[in-house]
């Protein structure tokens, strides 16, 4: 989150005579104040106090968020908090009452608030808290209440780590002393994660600043050692798109690693610092994890600097908006992998083929009928981390901006070598433009910036067709310019439908054999062509017998009565993509300067 500046009235004293000097003085204002312990931990709760200083007389109010910064959905964080007891500056009890299931309002203090609360936590991930016996991971929505009127003010927290367990901090707040960190205001505060625990600790220097890497995990000295090694050339991969790192608050940026059974997986961007979490140990899932790694530190350009101007100043009161997401997410996860090939990381050939699964989950959606890419992005407070029990169409309707995003800036990578340009130098320009100024941007910023870049007929070109439509680009062409093919076997039959012993699982494809045939999630299905089905039936036999554009008889049952009609089988529309086995050298060139080290 971008940090507020504190502004600071200055008073001078009028009437002053002549033989004496104008006096000014600094005006106070109000803070926030926290201290936090883990006695319980065994049962997941932590015991906080917060003081809140400098209230104005009447009614005041104190509340839980109810979102996250870098989540866009609606968090209902009130629910595990519970023993709320208030008392004024002289420890006189304060009533409290309940305007709404978030906030808490008392009358008659003396212009301070004590609450003591008891918080559960145990979600281990980059929007919740979890407190147990290894750790304890508090994402500061999820865990601390705050007062809307000090917003603007100093906040201070105390830690009180369990020595018995040899916890230690690692957060991007400011250090003051001990275990006594602050934050300028809300803003910083709610975005400064911290893990404490029994973690290791790995740091690196580029530039005069530091970047640390705090990771709690179960695994040996050695396997970290590796790992930090491949976080060091994927940091390095990032720093050359922009030619610089951002500049750091306080001069660190910090990784907060938990690599744990009882964590949830995730990645969490931040200004100064990224949560990354992972059941998977090592030892198991090195080359996973760090591709997480990769994502969120492109975050500290896209998205933390280079920000929306949607998002700002962020709503810890509401679900944040933002049609930019196929930008913030989208590019920043097409350059996830494109960075750890470029590192040595992923090889060349496995990065060309492991661009099939999006490929085909963006283009082959029937979401872009329904949605553009901006569209799709005002999706995310449903989607993101975002709970239902109603069932929902998004098979059919959505597709993840963070998908539709990575294929855009593939489209526009490849789109811009082709003319001899590039979409690192684009990002660059964007980054010198906005995010080293920290200049909020629009859609409209982003198409200026291309335009300044590539011309105003590509710039144009390229939105009208596939940002403020959904089209879908020449990517033949293009993937001919770096020596890949692009193919599709449309000899081969497809159902479009999902199927797990005999029951559909899915909403049927919108425009599918299954779709127009009237076929539903929940059907089961007893016979297909006159083969009876069972749960060990497999589907890709079935297909072998049939061609597409063929019609056959499905016998299907629901809602315990058995029907019976007629599909007419698609053609298989999923693409292939893979290395020409003969390179040009022209495509040689190309294809060393998209993927190779910069």
Same mark, same amino acid.
């Given at each position: 989150?971008?940090?507020?500046?504190? !502004?600071?009235?200055? !008073?001078?004293?009028?009437?002053?005579?002549?033989?004496?000097?104008?006096?000014?003085?600094?005006?106070?204002?109000?803070?926030?104040?926290? *201290?936090?312990?883990?006695?319980?931990?065994?049962?997941?709760?932590?015991?906080?106090?917060?003081?809140?200083?400098?209230?104005?007389?009447?009614?005041?109010?104190?509340?839980?968020?109810?979102?996250?910064?870098?989540?866009?959905?609606?968090?209902?964080?009130?629910?595990?908090?519970?023993?709320?007891?208030?008392? =004024?500056?002289?420890?006189?009890?304060?009533?409290?009452?309940?305007?709404?299931?978030?906030?808490?309002?008392?009358?008659?203090?003396?212009?301070?608030?004590?609450?003591?609360?008891?918080?559960?936590?145990?979600?281990?991930?980059?929007?919740?808290?979890?407190?147990?016996? *290894?750790?304890?991971?508090?994402?500061?929505? #999820?865990?601390?209440?705050?007062?809307?009127?000090?917003?603007?003010?100093? $906040?201070?927290?105390?830690?009180?780590?369990?020595?018995?367990?040899?916890?230690?901090?690692?957060?991007?707040?400011?250090?003051?002393?001990?275990?006594?960190?602050?934050?300028? /205001?809300?803003?910083?505060?709610?975005?400064?994660?911290?893990?404490?625990?029994?973690?290791?600790?790995?740091?690196?220097?580029?530039?005069? &600043?530091?970047? /640390?890497?705090?990771?709690?995990?179960?695994?040996?000295?050695?396997?970290?050692?590796?790992?930090?090694?491949?976080?060091?050339?994927?940091?390095?991969?990032?720093?050359?798109?922009?030619?610089?790192?951002?500049?750091?608050?306080?001069?660190?940026?910090?990784?907060?690693?938990?690599?744990?059974?009882?964590?949830?997986?995730?990645?969490?961007?931040?200004?100064?610092?990224?949560?990354?979490?992972?059941?998977?140990?090592?030892a198991d899932g090195a080359d996973r994890n760090i591709g997480t790694v990769s994502h969120e530190f492109f975050h500290c350009w896209n998205v933390e600097r280079i920000r929306p101007q949607s998002l700002e100043p962020f709503n810890f009161e509401a679900a944040n908006m933002s049609g930019e997401l196929w930008f913030a997410e989208g590019f920043t996860s097409y350059y996830d =992998?494109?960075?750890?090939?470029?590192?040595?990381?992923?090889?060349?050939?496995?990065?060309?083929?492991?661009?099939?699964?999006?490929?085909?989950?963006?283009? /082959?959606?029937?979401?872009?009928? $329904?949605?553009?890419?901006?569209?799709?992005?005002? &999706?995310?407070?449903?989607?993101?981390?975002?709970?239902?029990?109603?069932?929902?169409?998004?098979?059919?309707?959505?597709?993840?901006?963070?998908?539709?995003?990575?294929?855009? +800036? !593939? #489209?526009?990578?490849?789109? !811009?070598?082709?003319?001899?340009?590039?979409? @690192?130098?684009?990002?660059?320009?964007?980054?010198?433009?906005?995010?080293?100024?920290? *200049?909020?941007?629009?859609?409209?910023?982003?198409?200026?910036?291309?335009?300044?870049?590539?011309?105003? @007929?590509?710039?144009?070109?390229?939105?009208?067709?596939?940002?403020?439509?959904? %089209?879908?680009?020449?990517?033949?062409?293009?993937?001919?310019?770096?020596?890949?093919?692009?193919?599709?076997?449309?000899?081969?039959?497809?159902?479009?439908?999902?199927?797990?012993?005999?029951?559909?699982?899915?909403?049927?494809?919108? +425009?599918?054999?299954?779709?127009?045939?009237?076929?539903?999630?929940? =059907?089961?299905?007893?016979?297909?062509?006159?083969?009876?089905? /069972?749960?060990?039936?497999?589907?890709?036999?079935?297909?072998?017998?049939?061609?597409?554009?063929?019609?056959?008889?499905?016998?299907?049952?629901?809602? +315990?009565?058995?029907? *019976?009609?007629?599909?007419?089988?698609?053609? %298989?529309?999923?693409?292939?993509?893979?290395?020409? =086995?003969?390179?040009?050298?022209?495509?040689?060139?190309?294809?060393?300067?998209?993927?190779?080290?910069?």
């Open positions: 989150m971008r940090s507020l500046i504190l !502004l600071l009235s200055f !008073l001078c004293l009028v009437n002053c005579k002549e033989d004496k000097n104008p006096v000014t003085e600094l005006t106070t204002t109000g803070s926030s104040s926290y *201290t936090i312990s883990f006695e319980n931990a065994a049962h997941h709760e932590a015991e906080i106090t917060a003081t809140f200083k400098g209230l104005k007389s009447g009614e005041a109010e104190f509340r839980m968020s109810r979102s996250s910064p870098g989540r866009y959905a609606i968090h209902e964080f009130a629910k595990n908090v519970y023993n709320v007891k208030v008392t =004024d500056g002289k420890g006189n009890v304060l009533e409290t009452t309940r305007p709404d299931p978030y906030s808490w309002t008392v009358n008659n203090h003396d212009g301070t608030i004590i609450v003591n609360y008891t918080l559960y936590a145990n979600h281990g991930d980059g929007t919740y808290a979890q407190v147990d016996e *290894t750790h304890a991971h508090l994402n500061m929505p #999820a865990t601390f209440m705050y007062a809307p009127s000090l917003e603007n003010d100093t $906040f201070n927290i105390e830690f009180k780590p369990r020595k018995d367990l040899n916890w230690k901090i690692a957060t991007q707040l400011k250090l003051v002393e001990g275990n006594r960190y602050s934050a300028e /205001n809300l803003q910083y505060f709610m975005d400064s994660p911290t893990e404490i625990s029994d973690h290791m600790l790995r740091s690196f220097e580029v530039d005069g &600043q530091k970047i /640390n890497f705090a990771l709690h995990h179960n695994g040996t000295v050695a396997e970290f050692d590796d790992y930090f090694e491949k976080v060091k050339k994927t940091i390095l991969q990032q720093k050359a798109v922009f030619g610089e790192l951002p500049t750091f608050d306080y001069g660190e940026y910090t990784f907060l690693g938990c690599y744990i059974p009882n964590a949830t997986g995730d990645g969490m961007e931040h200004r100064n610092s990224t949560i990354v979490t992972s059941t998977r140990s090592l =992998d494109l960075t750890l090939t470029r590192a040595g990381l992923i090889a060349q050939e496995d990065y060309i083929k492991g661009l099939t699964g999006t490929f085909n989950y963006v283009w /082959n959606s029937p979401g872009r009928q $329904f949605f553009n890419p901006i569209e799709m992005s005002y &999706q995310a407070p449903f989607v993101d981390a975002a709970r239902s029990v109603d069932d929902i169409n998004r098979g059919n309707t959505f597709i993840s901006y963070y998908s539709y995003g990575s294929m855009l +800036g !593939l #489209a526009l990578d490849l789109s !811009l070598r082709a003319e001899n340009l590039n979409l @690192d130098d684009y990002m660059a320009l964007v980054w010198n433009t906005y995010g080293k100024t920290e *200049t909020y941007y629009t859609i409209a910023d982003l198409q200026q910036t291309l335009k300044a870049y590539a011309g105003a @007929d590509f710039g144009d070109a390229f939105f009208n067709n596939y940002i403020y439509k959904s %089209d879908m680009p020449d990517f033949e062409s293009l993937f001919k310019t770096v020596g890949v093919q692009l193919k599709q076997n449309t000899e081969q039959p497809a159902f479009g439908l999902r199927l797990k012993n005999q029951v559909i699982t899915s909403n049927t494809m919108v +425009g599918s054999g299954a779709y127009n045939a009237g076929l539903e999630k929940g =059907d089961k299905l007893l016979k297909i062509d006159g083969v009876d089905i /069972n749960e060990t039936s497999d589907l890709n036999k079935i297909l072998g017998t049939v061609k597409p554009n063929q019609t056959v008889d499905v016998v299907y049952e629901r809602f +315990g009565k058995q029907r *019976t009609v007629k599909l007419t089988l698609d053609a %298989d529309t999923s693409y292939a993509i893979s290395s020409l =086995d003969d390179l040009s050298e022209a495509a040689k060139a190309n294809r060393d300067a998209w993927l190779g080290a910069k």
